[in-house]
T-cell receptor, first 118, second 114 residues
């Protein structure tokens, strides 16, 4: 089954304690992305990756890091979490935008990770 | 910076009536406009998309229109049903560009009254 998985689904942590949210896809997608969702603000892109070892900042990258060492995995790292990073996080993957002509540029979203930073 | 504005933020319609959600975008280089539906406790799911070389696209009860000159696009849902109740997001991106930032609207919570 084609899917994007995220772990953990729920996390409560304290300010300053480093954490990693994992994201994995089994569709051999080149493009992966992280979003945060906050009430009234919709989805905001944090970082995206066009392929292995290629990452770039989205709209709200401050306080986050990512890595793309393998095609299937795209972890989100919070080196020193702060309460303003309390949010619902989604990972997504899709075909490379440059190959979108083959069909629809569907982004598949993971189930979400609800993070609370105290 | 680039942004996408979405209206209304909440919408309540009688079952069987039509619902319309509107978005405007600022980046004139945007050429791909997807719409997502998010049900409670789930991630967003693509329901329909449109590219800049097309003015309208329809898929059963759902249609999307695009006005590139005015930089706005709309989602139309006809004959609404209870299962259409969800949060809907529009988005805009440069699908064929190496700069593949995707900008989402703030969402519309659609409620269908029985």
């Amino acid at each position: 089954e084609a899917q994007v998985t995220q772990n953990p689904r729920y996390l409560i942590t304290v300010t300053g304690k480093k954490l990693t949210v994992t994201c994995s896809q089994n569709m051999n997608h080149e493009y992966m992305s992280w979003y945060r969702q906050d009430p009234g603000l919709g989805l905001r892109q944090i970082y995206y990756s066009m392929n292995v070892e290629v990452t770039d900042k989205g709209d709200v990258p401050e306080g986050y890091k990512v890595s793309r060492k393998e095609k299937r995995n795209f972890p989100l790292i919070l080196e020193s979490p702060s309460p303003n990073q309390t949010s619902l996080y989604f990972c997504a993957s899709s075909l490379s935008p440059l190959e979108v002509r083959r069909g629809t540029d569907t982004q598949y979203f993971g189930p979400g990770t609800r993070l609370t930073v105290l | 910076g680039e942004n996408v504005e979405q209206h209304p933020s909440t919408l309540s319609v009688q079952e069987g009536d039509s619902a319309v959600i509107k978005c405007t975008y600022s980046d004139s280089a945007s050429n791909y406009f997807p719409w997502y539906k998010q049900e409670l406790g789930k991630g967003p799911q693509l329901i329909i998309d449109i590219r800049s070389n097309v003015g309208e696209k329809k898929d059963q009860r759902i249609a999307v229109t695009l006005n590139k000159t005015a930089k706005h696009f709309s989602l139309h849902i006809t004959e609404t049903q209870p299962e259409d109740s969800a949060v809907y997001f529009c988005a805009a991106s440069r699908a064929y560009s190496s700069a593949s930032k995707i900008i989402f609207g703030s969402g519309t919570r659609l409620s269908i009254r029985p």
